[in-house]
């Protein structure tokens, strides 16, 4: 266990804040040089759209009310608590973050740009590297055992 000092990720930024630079960025280079991808007719992809977006969302709602429940932050810049295993978390090791790469999936389909479509993997890498293989060496760190247990059972991303 930590002795409370630093006790945090030392990850690169919060990911909301990813979330939204990458979404920025998709914005503004569309509105420097616009780049509409025609794959698909409107209809199919704004109903992927929805569908995608009422699973994130619900994904969302589950994670941070299990992490609620659990009485361990949800935010990573905060000390955890403890290691959450239920809901979730027996599926994914990071649905919060899933969530977030998946609303930007969403963005790209219903605006069909290719900016965003490009800014999805870019997104997903900031996370695993700057996110989420932090966390990880972090929770080890703290919990030992505990983590790294569930962590052979239950997948990093889906």
Do not use: C
Request: glycine letters at 8%.
């Amino acid at each position: 266990m930590s002795d409370g000092q630093g006790d945090v990720a030392r990850i690169i930024a919060p990911p909301p804040l990813l979330f939204f630079a990458y979404l920025g960025a998709a914005w503004g280079a569309d509105t420097l040089y616009s780049w509409n991808v025609e794959w698909a007719p409107v209809l199919p992809r704004i109903v992927a759209g929805f569908l995608l977006s009422a699973f994130a969302a619900s994904l969302g709602a589950w994670a941070i009310w299990v992490m609620a429940k659990a009485k361990t932050p949800v935010e990573p810049w905060h000390p955890t608590e403890r290691i959450v295993k239920r809901g979730p978390f027996g599926l994914t090791r990071n649905p919060l973050y899933l969530v977030l790469t998946t609303m930007l999936l969403v963005m790209a389909l219903v605006v069909n740009w290719g900016w965003f479509y490009l800014s999805v993997p870019f997104l997903f890498a900031t996370l695993h590297f700057g996110v989420v293989m932090r966390e990880e060496r972090y929770l080890e760190g703290k919990f030992g055992d505990e983590y790294s247990s569930p962590k052979k059972r239950v997948r990093r991303w889906f």
